[in-house]
Each structure stands twice: as structure tokens, then as C-alpha cells.
């Protein structure tokens, strides 16, 4: 089944401590994308990758790392999480569609937080 | 800073009535699309609308792009209770790059 999986689900960790977030998608995609939802902001993005051992930075990077090693996995790094990072985390992949345009396929989502 | 701004925020209506949600920018945007989220789910695709003034259908929802690509609507015609969830419309920025801005949403309950 075509999916994007993250791990984990959920996560309560406290402050400073160091989380991963993994994102894997077995749809072959070029492209994948880590944002973040919070109430009355939407979807916010954090950085995205259009290729292996490329990636650049969205509208809300601070605090995020991120690496793409290799095509199907993009994890999402918190050195020293903060209480401000407390949120719905969703991964996305993406193939250039017959429109020429990104399609997006999320994860089903992290929910973290940072106590 | 671009921005996305939907309309209304909330909607609840009873099954049969119709519907329009309203997603506006001051920006340009190359392309728009719109998805759907259920709870506990992450957004699904719906629609990807390219042209200024396209208009795209999938079975009771249409899409329209306005003519200047700064603002888009969807229509649901004879809404069902299966159509409940958050519409979210996203922007895409530059032709060519992967980024992208999301409108906060519309969260439409609709009541058997």
C-alpha cells in the first residue's frame, strides 16, 4: 500500500531534550515536506527537500533540523525541544503530477508535546 | 508575508443545502489546491487549479480559480454528512519550487 508513516504517533517529552520524528514513504517520490498545524494557523511548513542531500528551509525553521540521506526517508530533528514546538506534526511526500504541480501525500501525524 | 485567508472558519449546515468556502490572498499564486482532513488524519488532495479562472468539478465540489490567481472557491452542491471534515486550500509559491502557504480552514459539520 502506497502510505507515508511517521514515528511515533505521539510523543510528551520535556524541554532540552533531543527527539527525532521519522518520516518514510515507499511511493518513490522526489519531494517531501515537514510541517506543522497549529489552531488558528493552519499548516505551517518547516523545511522540505526536493532531492537527496538537498533540503531548504519553509516559513517556520527555527529550532528544526533536517536531513535527507536517502529518497525515502526525512526525519525531523529537535535538538533542545522547547514548549513552543508543542504541536501536530504531519510529514508530506510529493510527485510532479500530470499538471506539472506538486501532489502532496501526508503522513497521518505526530502529535508532540513539550512540557 | 503571503497569506491565505478562508471563509468562514466554521460551517454547520443540515444535509441537502449547499455551500461555498472562500480561500483570498493579496499575493499571486502559481498554482491552488485544495484538500480535505478528518480527525486524526492528514489532508488528502482534492484539487490542484492552475489557470486564472479555471473551474475544475469532482462529483457535488467545484473549484474556481479567480481570474487573478490571488483567490479560489469551492462549491459543495446538496452537501452529505461524508463531506464533514476541515477544507484547507494551500498556495503554491513559485513555479519550480516546492513550497508552500496554507490557508488556517474552513471546518464544515454537515447534520443528517
Known amino acids: 500500500e502506497a502510505q507515508v508513516t511517521q514515528n511515533p504517533r505521539y510523543l510528551i517529552t520535556v524541554t532540552g531534550k533531543k527527539l527525532t520524528v521519522t518520516c518514510s514513504q515507499n511511493?518513490?517520490?522526489?519531494?517531501m515536506s515537514w510541517y506543522r498545524q497549529d489552531p488558528g494557523l493552519g499548516l505551517r511548513q518547516i523545511y522540505y527537500?526536493?532531492?537527496?542531500?538537498?533540503?531548504d528551509k519553509g516559513d517556520v525553521p527555527e529550532g528544526y533540523k533536517v536531513s535527507r540521506k536517502e529518497k525515502r526517508n526525512f526525519p525531523l530533528i529537535l535538538e533542545s525541544p522547547s514548549p513552543n514546538q508543542t504541536s501536530l506534526y504531519f510529514c508530506?511526500?510529493?510527485?510532479?503530477?500530470?499538471?506539472?504541480?506538486?501532489?502532496?501525500?501526508f503522513g497521518p501525524g505526530t502529535r508532540l508535546t513539550v512540557t | 508575508t503571503q497569506l491565505l485567508e478562508q471563509s468562514p472558519q466554521f460551517l454547520s449546515i443540515q444535509e441537502g443545502e449547499n455551500l461555498t468556502v472562500y480561500c483570498n490572498s493579496s499575493?499571486?499564486?502559481?498554482?491552488l489546491q485544495w484538500y480535505r482532513q478528518e480527525p486524526g488524519e492528514g489532508p488528502v488532495l482534492l484539487v490542484t487549479v492552475v489557470t486564472g479562472g479555471e473551474v475544475k468539478k469532482l462529483k457535488r465540489l467545484t473549484f474556481q480559480f479567480g481570474d487573478a490567481r490571488k483567490d479560489s472557491s469551492l462549491h459543495i452542491t446538496a452537501a452529505q454528512p461524508g463531506d464533514t471534515g476541515l477544507y484547507l486550500c494551500a498556495g503554491g509559491r513559485d513555479s519550480g519550487t516546492y513550497k508552500y502557504i496554507f490557508g488556517t480552514g474552513t471546518r464544515l459539520k454537515v447534520l443528517a
Open positions: 499575493s499571486v499564486f502559481s498554482s
Open positions: 508530506a511526500s510529493s510527485l510532479v503530477g500530470t499538471s506539472g504541480l506538486y501532489e502532496q501525500y
Open positions: 511511493m518513490n517520490h522526489e519531494y
Open positions: 527537500s526536493m532531492n537527496v542531500e538537498v533540503t
